[in-house]
């Protein structure tokens, strides 16, 4: 069965510093891999999809970058966090002819 | 594109009484539908999903939705509630393989004793 996993699952970060949360997925091969942020009390807002590696589209201009070095693996980046980048961020995959989307167990970053 | 619309944003119900979660979607193409459930501070969770076949989906933790293509809705039920089934929950739409999921603001559900 597949599974997927994120780190680290709490984050507290200074502004200015950088960040890198890092999402695996398990059991598949060729995934279709998200990041998501939620606000507290908000909805999901897409960040970053991919469909291969090296392949990222971008869904809204921001701080922060997405890499996909490997097939299973996709990292989230910033090189200098900003207050609202605080939130809990969410890794997702899909299959790459599947349609269902399943998330990890998502990341808590507080930037102070 | 598509968008979804969960009109209530919080939702409290009595131990044991029914309760109903609002789901409304707009596509222009045939969709695939879905409700999560995220409990606090982790994931979220599949409770059930539509892709095709009978619009009266069962899903796990005794819930269920039905798919209504001329109202353009996926309501959520659960016949009976326990105080454990407190979480918020998203109902989400897609009409592409694996790249555009679009989800709703979510809807509390607080599940009171």
């Known amino acids: 069965s597949q599974t997927i996993h994120q780190w680290p699952a709490t984050l507290v970060q200074p502004v200015g510093s950088p960040l890198s949360l890092e999402c695996t997925v398990e059991?598949?091969?060729?995934?279709?891999l998200y990041w998501y942020r939620q606000a507290a009390g908000r909805g999901l807002q897409l960040l970053f999809y991919?469909?291969?590696?090296?392949?990222i589209s971008s869904e809204v201009p921001q701080n922060l970058s997405a890499s996909r070095p490997q097939d299973r693996q996709f990292i989230l980046s910033s090189k200098k966090l900003l207050l609202s980048d605080s939130g809990f961020y969410l890794c997702a995959w899909s299959k790459s002819s599947g349609n269902t989307i399943y998330f990890g167990e998502g990341s808590w970053l507080t930037v102070v | 594109a598509q968008s979804v619309t969960q009109l209530d944003s919080q939702v409290p119900v009595f131990e044991e009484a029914p309760v109903e979660l609002r789901c409304n979607y707009s596509s222009s193409v045939s969709v695939y539908l879905f409700w999560y459930v995220q409990y606090p501070n982790q994931g979220l969770q599949l409770l059930l999903k539509?892709?095709?076949?009978?619009?009266l989906v069962k899903g796990i933790n005794g819930f269920e939705a039905e798919f209504n293509k001329s109202q353009t809705s996926f309501h959520l039920r659960k016949p009976s509630v326990h105080i454990s089934d407190t979480a918020e929950y998203f109902c989400a739409v897609t009409s592409n393989y694996g790249q555009n999921f679009v989800f709703g603001p979510g809807t509390r559900l607080s599940v009171l004793p």
């Open positions: 059991g598949t091969s060729n995934p279709n």
């Open positions: 991919s469909v291969g590696i090296g392949q």
């Open positions: 539509y892709l095709s076949g009978s619009t």
